[in-house]
């Protein structure tokens, strides 16, 4: 692979994802924002980095200008083309954060909502500007692993917080990109791709009878690389019935060819957790098992004409009990679901005198069998696994989409245009168009302008369509919702500084809900007529090393802030389950700075005020509602880091403050940890 060198316009790729198929936000020609998270960075101890103590100025700074871009897929732009943003989260970031979890992670982007109903990521509702869980598309290494049952359980992760590169961001509408979930945005993880063959160790224990551990190893030789991993976590719990215990392994390997590189991947996740009042606080004995399995593969030509394509299949099985023990009279049988999801997507983009180009299609099919999900099926199936229990009833639909996109370059100016056309058997079997543009003014080097405009495109879950219980009741007519997001904004990068401020209208409508028509009602499905967002976001990241040297007692500091106003027309409608609790404020800051040789301190700030509320129960019987009231919460994580092994102890929560990120489920007091990561290299 061609290694991007520092260029009279200070442009620079990523070293190791130059070109790769996974590093798929590039497809949308976006800019890269490093340090926008509101996660700081930390110096990862391994053999590709460089010492700080030894490494000058002019290395440290070439060094970090060649993380700045991401690049990859569909059309590759550099740092002064792009158009639209995209936040990146990066290992040194990963590594510092006070976190276990890729989901508590994201909890320091400015502009995602995490919701949890446990610790670790035991159960996330994940969320982009305003919107829902159900909107988002979350891929790994490019590979889409949403969950068509409901966005509760997509983010349930075969890889471990260890295996991680980068994890990228883009906020707004992807759907000429990524297909019809990519409402409001999408997440993409991205693997590490060591070419050192090494095996390693991670350790870790807290309160309330927390282990966590985990193994790595990875062998390269010639072309070819391969890496497993696999770990185990467990806890007896926080409050009553919140105790869980999940087990992973993660496999990848890569091959490069003269002529094509060629990546594949595998994965599983298996996780069993009491579900104290997770999705009703009637009924607080809850408990949910869930299984992922996930298989991959895609490559990417080399030449004039990029071929890129991927193939991919994960299956997905949960188990829901409304009583973990001593049930109702009335309750006959826990929910058993099985969804299997298999697509494809073939991508091509080249370079020619008008431009760069970009066409494609993509195949996905979604199937459900359940005994509660569906249409009735003609002969019973047995679920596997769970005895003499069965599926009854069953559902499909097949997406197919077709998209094209070109990009004219100018020295300073950049237009993107693209139209994606989709027709899904779930529907009517008709196409409709998705059309969207991007444009953006380099008024110098380091300011640029950028504004946008992309339209949407978001089908129902099987659960939305066909959940029913004593106190829910889905709906098989539906409609698809549809948006119109307009955006705004500008951005300022230099060795020093960089910062971003943008604003965006999203137009939503037909957007799907859980509501309650009265006191007394259960809850229902419906599409509101009208929901649209509006919202601003700002973020800055100062490097103190970049200002002071490299020994400076500082290292950075990154400040962020979102505002979301929301205006609706959803009808005579008494109490909203999702769609009308939305962050309104959210406020993050972080500083990274040493303390003595290699010691360094994370301290991470969060304030955040939502709109919305939650009943309050007494037993099974509803007494009241509450609005959820603001918090803010302080993170700490210390780190020994050295070449070979790392030590680190984190609290969370310093401030032992109670709140709650959805429902009645107060989240963890403050909670602290130790643990220890060892890594030994072979010749």
């Known amino acids: 692979m061609k290694e991007n060198k520092f260029t009279e316009r200070q442009t620079a790729r990523w070293k190791q994802f130059n070109h790769k198929s996974y590093a798929v936000f590039c497809s949308l020609k976006k800019e890269v924002n490093i340090g926008v998270l509101a996660i700081t960075t930390l110096a990862f ?27 990859g897929s569909r059309v590759p732009l550099t740092l002064g083309e792009a158009a639209r943003i995209v936040t990146v989260l990066s290992r040194e970031d990963i590594q510092a954060a006070a976190v276990q979890s890729i989901n508590e992670l994201l909890k320091y982007a400015v502009g995602v909502d995490v919701r949890q109903r446990g610790d670790l990521g035991i159960q ?7 919107g829902t869980s159900d909107q988002i598309t979350i891929l790994l290494n490019g590979a889409n692993i949403s969950n068509p049952q409901t966005g509760h359980l997509t983010a349930d992760f075969p890889v471990d917080m260890n295996d991680i590169e980068r994890i990228e961001i883009l906020e707004g509408p992807a759907a000429r990109v990524y297909g019809t979930s990519a409402f409001t945005g999408a997440i993409n993880i991205v693997t590490k791709s060591d070419k050192q063959s090494h095996a ?74 009491g579900a104290n009042t997770f999705y009703s606080a009637a009924y607080p004995n809850q408990y949910e098992h869930t299984r992922k399995y996930f298989v991959s593969v895609q490559a990417e030509t080399k030449g004039k004409l990029h071929f890129t394509p991927i193939i991919y299949w994960n299956r997905g099985h949960d188990r829901f009990e409304l009583f973990r023990n001593n049930p109702a009279s009335w309750y006959t049988n826990h929910n058993y679901h099985q969804t299997d999801v298999f697509g494809t997507n073939l991508n091509t983009y080249f370079k020619s005198t008008l431009g760069k180009t970009a066409f494609g299609a993509e195949f996905r099919n979604e199937g459900v069998m359940s005994n509660v999900l569906g249409k ?60 969207g543009v991007d444009v953006s003014y380099r008024l110098t080097e380091q300011l640029k302008v950028y504004a946008s405009w992309s339209m949407a495109l978001r089908l129902p879950t099987f659960t939305d369509l066909y959940y029913e219980s004593k106190t829910l009741q889905g709906n098989p007519n539906l409609k698809p919702e549809e948006t119109k997001a307009f955006e705004i904004g500008t951005k300022y990068s230099s060795h020093v500084l960089q910062a971003s401020v943008s604003g965006y209208y999203h137009k939503g409508k037909n957007i799907i809900d859980w509501v309650k028509y009265s006191s007394d009602d259960i809850w229902h499905t419906v599409n509101h007529t009208k929901l649209d967002n509006m919202g601003i976001e700002t973020s800055a990241t100062l490097n103190f090393c970049e200002l002071f040297g490299n020994t400076s007692f ?124 060892y890594r030994i290299n072979f010749k």
């Not at 101890?45 to 690049?71: F, G, M, P, R, W």
């Open 124 to 130: 996330t509702d994940i969320s982009i500007r305003g």
């Open 554 to 677: 500082l290292k950075k500091a990154t400040i962020g802030y979102s505002y979301i106003n929301q205006d609706k027309v959803i009808g005579n409608v008494y109490e909203s389950n999702y769609s009308l609790d939305y962050l309104k404020h959210k406020f993050v800051a972080q500083l990274d700075h040493r303390i003595w040789r290699n010691l360094s301190a994370n301290w991470a700030f969060r304030w955040q005020s939502r709109e919305g509320s939650y009943a309050i129960y007494e037993g099974m019987k509803k007494v009241g509602e509450k609005t959820y009231p603001s918090f803010c919460l302080l993170d700490l994580k210390l780190s020994w880091n050295t070449k070979n092994y790392l030590l680190f102890a984190e609290a969370n929560n310093l401030f032992d403050r109670k709140y709650y990120d959805i429902g009645n489920i107060p989240q963890p007091r403050i909670w602290g940890k130790v643990g220890v990561s």
């Open 200 to 273: 390693a160790i991670d350790l870790s224990t807290g309160q309330y009878g927390l282990f966590n551990g985990g193994v790595r190893g990875n062998f390269t030789k010639g072309r070819f690389s391969n890496q497993l991993s696999g770990g185990y976590s467990r806890s007896d719990g926080y409050i009553a019935n919140s105790d869980f215990s999940t087990k992973r392994a993660f496999y990848q390997g890569e091959y490069s060819g003269k002529e094509a590189d060629i990546r594949w991947q595998a994965g599983i996740s298996d996780k069993g957790y």
């Open 45 to 71: 101890a391994n053999v590709e980095c460089v010492s700080a103590q030894t490494e000058t100025s002019h290395q440290l700074k070439e060094y970090k200008l060649d993380e700045i871009e991401v690049t």
């Open 376 to 435: 009735l099926m003609d002969e019973p199936v047995k679920v596997p696994g769970e005895g003499d229990h069965y599926f009854t009833k069953k559902d499909n639909r097949t997406n197919i989409s077709y998209y094209v996109e070109h990009d004219i370059l100018l020295p300073r100016f950049t237009l993107s245009l693209g139209l994606m056309a989709t027709m899904n058997t779930g529907l009517d079997n008709k196409f409709r168009y998705y059309p």
